[in-house]
């Protein structure tokens, strides 16, 4: 057990390196003056105590380090109660099903309630959706929000520029994503791994900068205003006298829109989520896995590998499609800056937080994601700093996301060891 | 004619601070195997630390201009070292035997931390640095009055850039460390067995990489005049489409791979649209990785089962 003084030793290399990291970037603060020039002022205070900050951080982590002990946490929670927790776990998921139902019901008066709840159903469907790809086929796509782009930017422009309904773009919208998701998916079917992450990567802004110089079509960095709320099958969530509220002899009231947009993502979301279920259990979804698990075994046993990646990326650019739809009918306004590659980063990061072809991980993942991000609204520029930070930390600490559940949907039951008589040179 | 050779030379000084930050990718990725997506934010950090450094020094009372750049470089050089020295501490060593992603992903995290960083530590705005070397030569003078020049700041940054990879290339090629470098990129394994500090060579590698990019960030300032909190996103994958071009792992192939980048969005920029110019640049990243993938001074890979 290493004492007090290997701590305070380790401590105090820490606060050195902060120092040192610290001293010009934050010791310094440089701005441009009234006249252009540069003018300067010192913020040693806050240098102390950043650096006060990590040695008396390090010290900690260190001491809870050795408090845990060398085999980490798993031994915290005793075996007799980890059957109890399994047995909630499989309560989990109807219980938030049946308490997201009740939502609009219970937070009926309360619009920023209800609007941070349908953001985060947002979140939800493109986690389920990136989830194809990501979590079920094992293709790493930094592109997402491409797709996200092209189904919100389908939707305003028909809709705008045609005046068809929601109802006729979604599906529209959906299938022009889908189809920008075959067009990126064919030239990177022969990447792998990092590569393929950076050239989607590199795509995700493509679009992004297309949309932003295309100004006769897409309106530039000013976007597309004026996009029309959806309506409940035709019947319009107005207070005129065609409206809902008309129809039904109630009072309008806001709010009915607000509730109906949250029972449609709601909807849109359990929709992706029942189709990913079901196509894991069809031979496309096994093919996903099996493509997941091992890509040359996967062709050895003659799965064709190209349709079965095309596949994929197809079905998370529709359901994208979908959501981005949503977005803009949602919003009414749409513009690049909502589409940018920190957009990727974060439906990524909930998607791999969630244990990667988790289903329920997503929407947790994607619950608190979202939830912790709106805890730090009033410090708008510290929010994608934590981000960054919890990102890293959760990779550190739980490299497989929180319910680590990436375990294939078919396999053998009983492993069995082979002998090595039988696979000895020269025996068959 | 005259404007191309402009254009040419322009190209050519804007590759060589491309192809410093991509030495940095192709190091990392030759010896660890991953793209380190923070590597771009650390020239950045590095163009705000000599912003800085050279702020302190002129109010100390320096005025001699090639005194005040040396000490600008190495300390910029420094403390960006330690910055790459402690992401790769902090971020990816932990990770070293984990799954494949984790390492890309903590990568990203890094890279939204830095940036977001600089811009807590020192606002949004663009920061703006009055001309610092000025003057240059006159090379031609065209017909219609179109003059080709060649400004010392262009003559500094190219020198600056050969003579670092001179010394780099010797670190490499002749030093204790290059042969720990080259062999952890063979088999980490085997290289550990054979008394090779693993860890450390790796940390080395993340420290040299950094103090190029400080170096291509230092450039930077000087030949464009500002710095902000952004700039890092995009050098850093036009930086890592270089060292892709180049062929990933391969010093050379990665200056090969900057100064094409930069001669190919020089001359975009010239003779299409500058708006597209990072949309040509991305394009080839895409282009070079399906059609030629190990690049052009690259080692064909052979996939193992």
């Known amino acids: ?428 | 004619m005259d404007y191309f050779a402009q254009q040419l030379i322009n190209g050519f000084v804007l590759g060589s601070i491309y192809g410093l930050i991509a030495i940095g990718y192709t190091m990392v990725y030759g010896i660890v195997g991953m793209i380190n997506f923070a590597h771009g934010d650390i020239f950045m950090i590095g163009g705000f630390i000599a912003l800085l450094s050279f702020l302190v020094l002129v109010s100390i009372g320096l005025t001699a201009v090639p005194v005040i750049l040396l000490i600008v470089l190495l300390v910029s050089m420094a403390i960006t070292a330690l910055y790459g020295w402690t992401v790769e501490r902090i971020a990816y060593r932990p990770l070293r035997h984990s799954f494949r992603l984790a390492p890309m992903l903590s990568a990203i995290g890094m890279s939204f931390v830095l940036t977001n960083y600089s811009q807590v530590a020192q606002g949004a705005r663009v920061k703006p640095v009055p001309p610092i070397i000025t003057g240059g030569y006159m090379l031609h003078e065209g017909s219609r009055g179109f003059v080709v020049q060649l400004s010392n700041i262009q003559i500094i940054v190219v020198l600056t850039t050969v003579a670092l990879l001179l010394i780099f290339t010797w670190l490499v090629a002749r030093t204790r460390l290059g042969r720990d470098m080259r062999a952890c990129e063979q088999d980490q394994t085997m290289a550990a067995l054979l008394g090779v500090d693993v860890d450390r060579t790796i940390s080395m590698t993340f420290v040299i990489g950094a103090a190029l990019a400080a170096v291509a960030g230092m450039m930077y300032l000087l030949y464009y005049g500002l710095v902000d909190f952004l700039m890092g996103f995009v050098a850093g994958i036009k930086a890592f489409t270089a060292a892709v071009l180049g062929g990933i792992g391969s010093l050379p192939g990665a200056m090969l791979g900057g100064l094409a980048i930069g001669m190919i969005e020089t001359l975009w920029s010239a003779y299409f649209s500058v708006e597209y110019k990072d949309v040509a640049a991305f394009s080839i990243l895409i282009v070079v990785l399906i059609f030629m993938p190990t690049g052009l001074l690259g080692r064909p890979e052979v996939e193992k089962v």
């Not at chain 1, 092209?150 to 773009?169: E, I, K, Q, R």
């Not at chain 1, 107005?238 to 509730?259: C, K, Y």
Request: charged fraction near 10%; charge should be positive; proline fraction near 4%.
């Open chain 1, 1 to 428: 057990m290493p004492g007090f003084a290997f701590i305070f030793k380790k401590a105090a290399i820490s606060a050195f390196v902060a120092l040192v990291l610290f001293s010009l970037m934050i010791g310094i603060r440089t701005e441009a003056g009234p006249t252009g020039q540069l003018i300067y002022w010192t913020r040693f205070g806050e240098l102390a105590s950043l650096v006060a900050a990590v040695f008396a951080g390090s010290i900690a982590i260190e001491l809870i380090r050795q408090w845990l002990g060398p085999s980490g946490a798993a031994n915290l929670i005793p075996p007799a109660m980890q059957e109890h927790l399994s047995t909630a776990g499989r309560l989990v998921a109807p219980a938030l099903l049946i308490f997201t139902f009740l939502v609009p019901v219970i937070f009926y008066n309360q619009r920023y309630i209800l609007d941070l709840a349908i953001l985060v159903l947002t979140y939800v469907m493109l986690g389920w959706g990136l989830n194809v790809v990501v979590g079920l086929a094992g293709l790493l796509d930094l592109g997402y929000v491409a797709f996200y782009a092209v189904g919100a930017y389908s939707y305003a422009l028909l809709a705008t520029t045609f005046g068809l309904s929601f109802w006729t773009c979604l599906p529209l919208a959906g299938i022009l994503a889908s189809l920008w998701g075959v067009l990126l998916g064919f030239p990177v079917l022969r990447l792998r791994g990092d590569y393929l992450a950076i050239v989607t990567l590199a795509f995700g802004e493509i679009v992004r900068l297309v949309i932003i110089n295309w100004q006769s079509l897409t309106g530039g960095p000013n976007g597309i205003s004026g996009i029309p709320r959806p309506t409940l099958f035709g019947i319009p969530l107005t207070p005129g006298d065609d409206g809902l509220a008309a129809l039904l002899g109630i009072e309008f009231s806001p709010t009915h829109r607000i509730v109906f947009l949250f029972y449609l993502i709601l909807a849109m979301a359990l929709i992706t989520n029942w189709v990913t279920i079901r196509l894991r259990r069809l031979p496309i979804g096994r093919a996903w896995e099996a493509l997941r698990e091992d890509e040359v075994a996967c062709r050895a046993l003659g799965i064709n590998t190209t349709t079965t990646k095309l596949s994929a990326f197809a079905t998370g650019a529709l359901f994208g499609g979908f959501a981005g739809a949503f977005f803009a009918t949602r919003q009414g306004f749409i513009s690049p800056e909502s589409f940018t590659f920190q957009e990727s980063a974060l439906v990524l990061a909930i998607v791999v937080l969630g244990g990667m072809g988790s289903q329920l991980g997503v929407a947790l993942a994607a619950f608190t994601m979202i939830g912790g991000f709106e805890l730090f609204r009033g410090l708008e520029q510290y929010r994608m700093l934590v981000f960054g930070i919890a990102m890293v930390l959760l990779m550190i600490w739980r490299p497989r996301g929180l319910i680590g559940h990436r375990a294939p949907t078919v396999y053998l039951k009983q492993a069995q060891a082979i002998s090595s008589d039988l696979v000895k040179e020269g025996h068959g």
